[in-house]
């Protein structure tokens, strides 16, 4: 499924640890805590869904299952994100974008990213305000009505980290930030 | 402007930022931004909030945390060594014939496709597993990889498959009766496959040698290799099927299964586990993301009622449903030569979806024609991502060469193609023995 993670793997190369800055180094490192929450929430979904359902059988279902595996989805796609991104493994079609002079697709790559990073900081910003209205409504989870106003915010955070890294691959054209 | 001419504009402006190498995902959610505002007259707040609650809801929807769950099944099954034993229990059987190795691989995908929902992960799963064995029996690597590509794809069709789940999401379809429906159509394209290589085989020896032939008891005993894949796909599609859990249940059973099976056989080290969630999540937030891009896009289409006017437009030409439906069929065959198969099927069905339950045509039907439509994408130049995939581990052979080796795989899809439009019972068969 991944077009670009595919047809570009011979291609492009990983920005290696010991030639590279800091910052390179700090950004790598948010990014895997980022995918680590994310897989954590993964294997917590499994772990729910089946002491609910075990549960049930028993006549005791765990109370909140639906709301919590709402919410562990919501965080693994939010902080799967920026990780998928680092390793470049979005689809896209490169058929055309790869038939163009060298110049061609510098100007076209730095436009389509520049297009992206306004993107993701529009919604860093929205998330925010988002989370502050959800916060003064009082909204809650679907069934159970816990708070979630932080989740908006955890978006907000993930794509913050978004803009960072495609703000990298902007200005280390056929590098990927991480090893898949 | 109208909101119709937006909305071609729209669709122009989508076209032309996919062809920039934009992800597909971002530039659906760019276009639906900025066509909203337009159709509202530029009110930018609204379209600023319908685009951050599409992507809130599609971020915390409980219905799509069946993906990553569905995911880790596969990623845990293929770490753990269950691919290769359900291909030793296929070789076993198969190997002896001539071509038999290609057909075993043929059958061990269609197996593996039972626990994994990814067309392009099941030709990569088989590709490390088979191709080493087909190389050593001195198979053709044009059949061997082109089998291995074709293969993989039926994994799209046999449930769990992701862009089942997907359609279902967005057309507001039943899971489950799109999974039993892709039954009957995922084993028949498994047949129709061998049939294909055993003619290839007929005609050509030298393509596919047989292997020595092992005893009745070596037979049996590898079928131990496949009574995991049983047990996992008897637990998860039964208890969906007769309703003792939703599909998101079913999904964290199935993984939950699949991890402690490979642990008590001490086959996932806490190394492999991990590689596995990552594959996981890499593959879900792309599906994801697509799907939220597809929203955003969709709900833009939506409010320019192009999907709608295009429906009575096609619904009023004086043409048979069928004549339409082949058009549509065609549209997707070269489509998909084109754009990655989910992508396609996010990109399209709010546009054919209207269409084609206007003209009267099932939309479980129409789930199974689309996925059988995106196999074919998958192995047709220059965009094939199950050869691309194949490729990439199979670095010695062309690219030109796997993708010939595909052909022959292509027109057996187009003969299931045929054969369901003339008898769609045999996708819609199974779901109406569960849902009467």
Redesign the interface.
């Known amino acids: 499924m991944t077009g670009r993670s595919v047809s570009q793997s011979s291609q492009q190369t990983t920005a290696g640890s010991g030639s590279h800055p800091r910052y390179v180094l700090v950004l790598r490192r948010i990014v895997s805590a980022l995918a680590v929450v994310a897989g954590a929430a993964v294997a917590a979904m499994i772990v729910v869904t089946c002491v609910d359902v075990v549960g049930r059988r028993f006549g005791h279902p765990l109370k909140g299952a639906y709301d919590i595996v709402e919410i562990l989805g919501a965080i693994t796609i939010a902080g799967g994100l920026p990780y998928t991104t680092a390793c470049k493994g979005h689809v896209a079609i490169e058929f055309f974008f790869q038939r163009l002079s060298r110049t061609g697709k510098i100007v076209v790559d730095t436009l389509v990213r520049i297009v992206t990073i306004s993107m993701f900081s529009f919604l860093t910003w929205r998330f925010v305000l988002y989370g502050v209205e959800v916060k003064a409504s009082g909204q809650g989870t679907s069934t159970m009505g816990w708070p979630i106003f932080w989740l908006p915010w955890w978006f907000s955070l993930c794509c913050g980290v978004m803009v960072l890294v495609i703000l990298y691959h902007l200005t280390h054209p056929g590098k990927a930030l991480m090893k898949p | 402007m109208t909101p119709e001419q937006i909305g071609i504009l729209g669709c122009i402006a989508l076209v032309a930022?996919?062809?920039?190498?934009?992800?597909?995902?971002?530039a659906m959610?760019?276009v639906g931004?900025v066509g909203f505002a337009a159709v509202v007259h530029w009110n930018w707040h609204a379209a600023?909030s319908m685009?951050?609650m599409d992507?809130?809801k599609t971020?915390?929807?409980?219905s799509?945390?069946v993906i990553?769950?569905f995911v880790?099944m596969g990623q845990v099954a293929f770490h753990g060594g269950i691919s290769r034993r359900l291909f030793d229990a296929a070789y076993h059987w198969l190997g002896p014939l001539r071509g038999g190795l290609a057909m075993a691989t043929v059958g061990a995908c269609t197996a593996f496709g039972a626990i994994c929902g990814?067309?392009?992960a099941t030709s990569a799963t088989m590709a490390l597993v088979a191709l080493p064995e087909m190389k050593r029996y001195k198979y053709s690597m044009e059949l061997a990889c082109g089998a291995v590509a074709s293969g993989g794809t039926i994994g799209m069709m046999i449930p769990p498959s992701v862009v089942f789940i997907v359609y279902a999401i967005l057309t507001e379809q039943s899971i489950g009766s799109l999974f039993i429906a892709g039954i009957l159509p995922g084993l028949l394209t498994a047949l129709l496959f061998c049939v294909t290589i055993y003619v290839q085989c007929l005609r050509r020896p030298e393509l596919g040698p047989a292997a020595p032939s092992c005893s009745w008891k070596a037979k049996f005993l590898s079928l131990r290799g496949a009574w995991e894949t049983l047990i996992l796909f008897a637990a998860v599609m039964g208890g969906m099927f007769f309703g003792f859990?939703t599909p998101?249940?079913g999904a964290?059973?199935g993984?939950?299964g699949t991890?402690v099976i490979t642990m008590v056989k001490r086959q996932l080290s806490f190394g492999k586990f991990?590689q596995s969630?990552?594959?996981?999540?890499?593959?879900?937030?792309?599906?994801?993301?697509?799907v939220a891009g597809a929203v955003v896009f969709g709900h833009f289409l939506a409010i320019t009622r192009v999907p709608f006017s295009m429906a009575n437009w096609l619904g009023g030409l004086a043409l048979p449903g069928w004549v339409i439906m082949l058009l549509i069929t065609a549209f997707y065959l070269i489509a998909g030569c084109?754009?990655?198969?989910?992508?396609l099927v996010l990109l399209t069905i709010p546009i054919f979806y209207p269409v084609v339950t206007n003209l009267g045509f099932d939309p479980i039907w129409f789930g199974v024609m689309i996925v059988l439509v995106t196999q074919m994408g998958t192995i047709t130049p220059?965009?094939g991502?199950c050869v691309?995939?194949v490729s990439?581990i199979e670095r010695d052979v062309p690219l030109e060469t796997i993708f010939r080796g595909s052909i022959p795989f292509l027109l057996a899809l187009i003969v299931v193609a045929i054969l369901l439009i003339l008898f769609p019972s045999i996708a819609l068969f199974l779901p109406s023995l569960v849902h009467p």
């Open positions: 930022l996919l062809c920039s190498s934009m992800p597909v995902a971002f959610a760019v931004f600023v685009m951050t992507l809130y971020f915390a929807s409980y799509l945390t990553p769950l880790l990814s067309g392009p859990f998101t249940e964290a059973i993984a939950a991890i991990v969630l990552k594959e996981t999540l890499r593959t879900s937030v792309m599906v994801m993301i697509i084109f754009v990655d198969a989910l992508a220059p965009v991502v691309y995939v990439g």
